[in-house]
């Protein structure tokens, strides 16, 4: 997780760029084998995969509006896994992001007037709404000893029962509850997109200015100091004048303002309404995204590419190849098994056989 | 069998734990490795018990090159090591203890290993009961299980690391026995230690290790000057003691009673005043650990009240103790005091007062500099703090403390250090006493706590049994009263 204070940036840099290559080697081998076994041309597949994701502008639009949620929700995890949470309620914080924007957003509807008013309040309201579904896993751990991997799980099945309720019950379209979620906002109340583009600029601006805001916060202040601090040994910290309860409060905070974030975008750059589906998984996804990025920031943005990219270039699998869709998450899974493995396998080597 | 290490290297980042030590063990032979903390014997003996990968070098057994990968492989080629902590299951029995590691059949014949071990221990004349739990066994009598265990195993080698801390004076000439039996049987026997009158008393040879390098071996009979000089580069004197006259109450315990330790901590009552150092003494686990931890708001009180200051500490955290004036500082140096994989400077950054916002690195690497050259530490400002050896993460962690602490909790300052260290330890905080501190601290050396402290307080089962100026009590009383024999 941490690189030796003495090794040079450019020797880690080496490693880490040749370790990817040492895990994509060992991916393809397994995902091939698994084409294999279900009786997909290997080569075939992967062209799909790549041309689904790359091939052309629009296709490539649609990889950037994953790259967004998912950019954002590893951002607050790295804060969470910092101090040594396992933020799995990542998930549930994203979409209660959405709810809270689709709350703020409904006012709007009533009140037509200025949409940029209606769209930051929407975002003030989804960082608020996240970080209070995070705000409750971080204090049920905190003062009540639950784990937040339990907490979290649980939120998640809370916080996905809210969005049916809403969409069936008192946010339903006018006439009918339908699946296909609540009614649709007008133009105004969503960001605007680069027709050239296709792309919201705000939502692409967003998603940057969190992994600087990140990766300075981490890196360059107290704040990134005493997670880690708190995170390698909660009862030294103590001694040390610092409040690790405090502090695993806070980084659940960040992490929960940031998926509620990628929530918010979620309503206003991509479905203009709230759905049952809004989450689309970014939230489990972004922890397999910071776990293949072994919590390094510098790898965020590219490894959450390569996830956005399978995940769009495997809509092409049914269709091209009468394969299914799900192919793509096999092969996303068995790069975070092989990233744990790698680093496992090099924690042994590096100290000997020490336990 | 016959074992030769051959310029063996091996490097923790820019630390250099052993920097290309030579040395060879004959069969029969008691073997002595000493040195100061940090001299590299640890690092030594955790290569040739295959815990630890060396960065270069050969290990020959019987002329042999051989590679080792892990402990199985040295065990099976008949090297076996006891460590400090001895590394039993404490949940298990005696016998079950005495099993592991006994390859070969899945299923375990109880039946006919139990008369085998029963013979085993009676021959060293060790009294150990197959079916007790090993949770109730004292460190002595898990070392002895754990010896049997190993030779059981068919060791050829046997290594030992500090066999002698935490044991009675009964275990002690045992195992002395046990040992002396092993080397006539033709077993090579290595002894690691810092203590003199062990190795004098038990090695035909010794080899003195110096910052990661030999620095002389010598023959039996042993010059005690000559093995300082080798360990230390000059002789070591222990600085003389200052009666200290206490001064006003600083910390007050009122019938408290807490958990912590084997025993914890029942209805106790004490007082340390400015000025004043009190040795806590008692087995382990007697009560001191709780003690210290109720006494510097680590653990709060089930009952009772503690006052620091005069000020009631009722419902009060660490950190309501630590402004108040109290410091506590734990034995387990990196498992509760330093923060693995910060390095020194970092450690720095973290105690800045008041903390800006943004990290200043190169002023923490300053500070941290400063500190290394006040206090001696080998290691540089971007070390990580599981680099340095454990008397070096001592000294960092004294370079830690406020200038002028009311009251200082000392969890075994000195467990592990050589006399170099320990001295230079008590020094520097007999430094903060003469400045009005009240300093606590407890040590399994009843020795240390009669030279070091100006008031000694026993623990027995969780209670303090004894309560005496040192110079109005000597090694016999303490003894008796450890034990919990109180003399008339």
């Known amino acids: 997780m941490t690189a030796t204070p003495n090794s040079s940036t450019g020797s880690i840099l080496f490693r880490q760029v040749l370790e990817i290559f040492v895990l994509l080697g060992f991916v393809s081998a397994f995902t091939i084998l698994v084409m294999v076994l279900t009786g997909a041309p290997p080569l075939a597949a992967c062209y799909h995969l790549f041309m689904g994701s790359l091939g052309s502008w629009v296709k490539f639009s649609h990889v950037v509006k994953a790259w967004i949620p998912l950019t954002l929700c590893a951002c607050g995890l790295l804060f969470t896994f910092r101090i040594g949470l396992w933020n799995i309620g990542v998930e549930g914080q994203l979409v209660m992001g959405s709810v809270f924007a689709t709350w703020v957003l409904r006012m709007g509807m009533e009140r037509p007037g200025d949409g940029s008013f209606w769209l930051t309040a929407a975002l003030a309201a989804s960082v608020i709404g996240g970080a209070v579904w995070a705000g409750i896993a971080g204090f049920l751990k905190t003062k009540g000893g639950v784990n937040e991997i339990f907490a979290g799980l649980g939120l998640n099945f809370v916080a996905q029962a809210v969005v049916l309720w809403l969409i069936f019950g008192p946010w339903k379209q006018p006439g009918v509850a339908s699946m296909s979620g609540t009614e649709t906002f007008p133009v105004p109340l969503g960001l605007q997109v680069a027709p050239a583009l296709r792309i919201s600029t705000a939502a692409l601006l967003i998603a940057a200015s969190a992994l600087v805001l990140t990766g300075f916060l981490l890196g360059c202040t107290r704040v990134g100091l005493r997670l880690k601090a708190v995170g390698s040994n909660p009862f030294a910290a103590v001694l040390f004048g610092l409040r690790p309860d405090l502090l695993m409060f806070v980084a659940m905070l960040f992490a929960g303002g940031f998926a509620g974030i990628a929530g918010n975008l979620q309503v206003t750059s991509i479905y203009h309404r709230l759905i049952p589906s809004i989450s689309s998984n970014y939230g489990y996804l972004g922890l397999l995204v910071v776990m293949l990025a072994n919590y390094n920031i510098w790898l965020i943005a590219p490894v959450a590419l390569f996830f956005a990219c399978l995940n769009v270039g495997s809509i092409q699998l049914p269709m091209m190849l009468q394969l299914d869709s799900s192919l793509g998450g096999v092969i996303q899974g068995a790069l975070v098994l092989a990233t744990l493995g790698v680093h496992a396998w090099r924690k042994t080597k590096n100290t000997g056989n020490e336990p | ?488």
């Open chain 2, 1 to 488: 069998m016959r074992v030769e290490l051959v310029d063996i290297h091996k490097h923790y980042g820019p630390v250099k734990a052993n920097d290309g030590i030579s040395l060879s063990l004959e069969p029969g032979e008691i073997h002595g490795i000493l040195g100061e903390n940090g001299a590299g014997k640890s690092t030594l003996m955790k290569i040739l018990s295959g815990f630890a990968a060396m960065t270069s070098g050969a290990i020959l057994l019987n002329g042999r090159p051989t590679a080792f990968k892990n402990t199985a492989t040295a065990a099976r080629l008949g090297i076996g090591m006891l460590y400090q902590d001895p590394l039993d299951f404490l949940n298990l029995s005696v016998l079950d203890n005495f099993m592991l590691g006994h390859t070969g059949r899945l299923r375990l014949h109880r039946k006919l290993i139990r008369p085998h071990f029963t013979s085993h221990a009676q021959s060293f004349h060790f009294h150990l009961s197959p079916d007790a739990a090993v949770k109730s066994l004292t460190v002595g009598e898990r070392q002895q299980l754990e010896l049997l265990r190993l030779l059981a195993l068919g060791v050829e080698v046997l290594i030992l690391d500090e066999p002698t801390t935490g044991i009675s004076a009964e275990q002690r000439e045992l195992l002395y026995a046990a040992l002396r039996r092993l080397a006539a049987a033709g077993k090579s026997v290595v002894l690691v230690s810092h203590k003199l009158e062990d190795v004098e008393a038990l090695c035909d040879r010794v080899t003195v290790l110096r910052g990661g390098r030999v620095s002389g071996t010598t023959m039996r009979p042993f010059d005690t000057q000559a093995l300082l000089a080798m360990m230390f580069g000059r002789p070591p004197v222990m600085p003389p003691r200052i009666v200290h006259i206490p001064g006003q109450e600083v910390l007050k315990l009122d019938r408290v009673s807490a958990q912590g330790g084997r025993a914890g901590l029942m209805e106790c009552t004490a007082r340390i005043h400015e000025n004043e150092v009190v040795g806590l003494a008692g087995l382990e686990g007697s009560g001191q650990e709780a003690f210290l931890r109720a006494a510097g708001g680590i653990t709060p009180p089930e009952r009772g009240s503690v006052y620091l200051g005069g000020r009631d500490m009722c419902g009060r955290d660490y950190h309501d103790f630590r402004s108040g004036g109290a410091v506590f500082v734990p034995a387990a140096r990196l498992e509760e005091a330093l923060i693995p994989g910060l390095s020194i400077a970092d450690h720095v950054a973290l105690q800045a007062d008041p903390p800006p916002f943004f990290l200043q690195p190169a002023a923490a690497a300053q500070i941290a500099s400063a500190k290394i050259a006040d206090f001696r530490i080998k290691g540089r400002p971007g070390t990580a703090v599981d680099e340095l050896s454990g008397g070096n993460q001592q000294r960092l962690l004294l370079s830690f403390l406020p200038p002028n602490p009311r009251l200082l909790l000392l969890e075994n300052p000195t467990r592990g250090l050589d006399v170099e260290s320990v001295n230079w330890v008590w020094q520097y905080i007999r430094g903060y006493s003469q400045r009005g501190t009240g300093v606590v601290f407890s040590s399994a050396e009843l020795d240390e706590i009669l030279l070091v402290a100006d008031r000694i307080l026993v623990f027995f089962n969780g209670r303090i049994i004894k309560d005496a100026a040192a110079s109005e009590t000597d090694a016999h009383d303490l003894g008796r009263a450890i034990a919990g024999k109180l003399s008339s």
